[in-house]
């Protein structure tokens, strides 16, 4: 991931959404909550908003240092974290944290090669006991409103074979948001794919 396009900026627009999306966007992260159990790792946590819901012992990782300092402004346990030279090892994680859920809300999308990347992660987390991973992308419809949308992530590649081989994790639902219908995200850019694998 490069830096273009993640600064404060960024974590402005991110931040000052207008009251009405504000409200709207709290069905959503109801939505991803109930999904998730137990401490969580919130994977490229953003402002914070998911992270702030979810049970003691979460942490977030985020790689934008505007938005690492909001989060810990706001009280919340968030390291700033770069995946290229880590390999997507999760390093910055010590050994002996442990968490029962990971969430990758919105960050796919961002990179070049996602789902060699989800694989990555999804082998990292072994050491920290994660049973379950939340994947969540946007529609094609979300890339027009983000210039840092890179790479159009589907259901089709999320769920090929290649992408848990070997990971110990399997698919168990996959749902869109809101309205369970794939082709509302060709022209609504804020409906999503949530994706919930658990660990066999």
Known sequence: MTSTGFDADYTDYQVNRSALRKIVRRAYLRSAASLLQGPTLDFGCGAGELLAQLPKGSKGLEYNQATVEHCRD??????????EPDRWRLSVIPDGRCFESMVVSHVLEHLDAPIEILGRLLSATQRMGVSRVLVIVPGR????????????????????????????????????????????????????????????
């Open 141 to 200: 419809a979300g890339y027009r409103i983000d210039d840092t949308h890179r790479t159009f992530v589907d259901l089709d590649m999320l769920s090929a074979p290649a992408v848990l081989e070997g990971t110990g994790f399997r698919m168990q639902q996959a749902r869109y948001f809101p309205g369970n219908v794939r082709v509302l995200g060709d022209w609504f850019p804020h409906h999503e794919l949530q994706v919930l694998l658990v660990h066999e």
């Open 74 to 83: 706001n009280g919340l346990d968030v390291d700033w974290y770069d995946g």
